[in-house]
């Protein structure tokens, strides 16, 4: 997927510093998949920041709210 004119990789390479050549290559696969979820031909900055914060951090967690009757 082409990447959008928004996109700087001078920037995303500074916060991308000491990732593994794998682990870049998921960031961009996963931005791709997110922009195809969207219905953009492109790849954007957002895009790109949205799966480097996953890939970091991990999947986003819906399941760790603590119920009513938990409480």
């Known amino acids: 997927m082409p990447l959008a004119a928004d996109v700087d990789a ?16 998921n960031i961009a696969n996963q931005a791709a998949v ?11 900055a957002l895009d790109l920041e949205w799966a480097k914060d ?14 009513e009757k938990d409480k």
């Open 10 to 25: 001078t920037n995303l390479a500074r916060s991308t510093s000491g990732m593994s050549g794998a682990e870049l290559e």
């Open 34 to 44: 997110h922009a195809s979820r969207l219905k953009q031909k492109k790849v954007t």
């Open 54 to 67: 996953k890939v970091m951090m991990g999947a986003e967690s819906k399941s760790r709210m603590i119920r």
